[in-house]
């Protein structure tokens, strides 16, 4: 899903947004900001619903501060995440690093 100027979210294994992975896992709110590129799980409205969606903050967010649970952050390449488009298919994923 992309909504421009809003935010970029995948992790759907259906790829229509009603996909998930079985399970919920239990929000984890802390005092991190929506800021542009921020890295926070989907959710539906019940706070302990998020399961394998995530979506990256194309722009500020701050309305979904303490909502969502942030666990990361696009610390490089920005570049790429703003030209991800709407139809847009992924073919390859590649984790360089993890800390």
Do not use: W
Not at 17 to 28: D, L, Q, R, S
Not at 68 to 97: A, E, P, Q, R
């Amino acid at each position: 899903r992309v909504e421009p100027g809003f935010v970029v979210q995948g992790g759907d294994p259906k790829g229509d947004g009603t996909g998930g992975p079985g399970y919920k896992i239990k929000a984890e709110f802390n005092k991190q900001q929506h800021v542009r590129g921020v890295l926070a799980m989907a959710r539906s409205q019940d706070p302990d619903s998020a399961g394998c969606q995530f979506y990256i903050t194309l722009a500020p967010a701050h309305f979904l501060d303490g909502k969502y649970t942030v666990f990361g952050k696009v610390v490089s390449g920005m570049n790429i995440v703003d030209g991800i488009k709407k139809g847009d298919k992924m073919k390859t994923v590649k984790i360089i690093d993890a800390q």
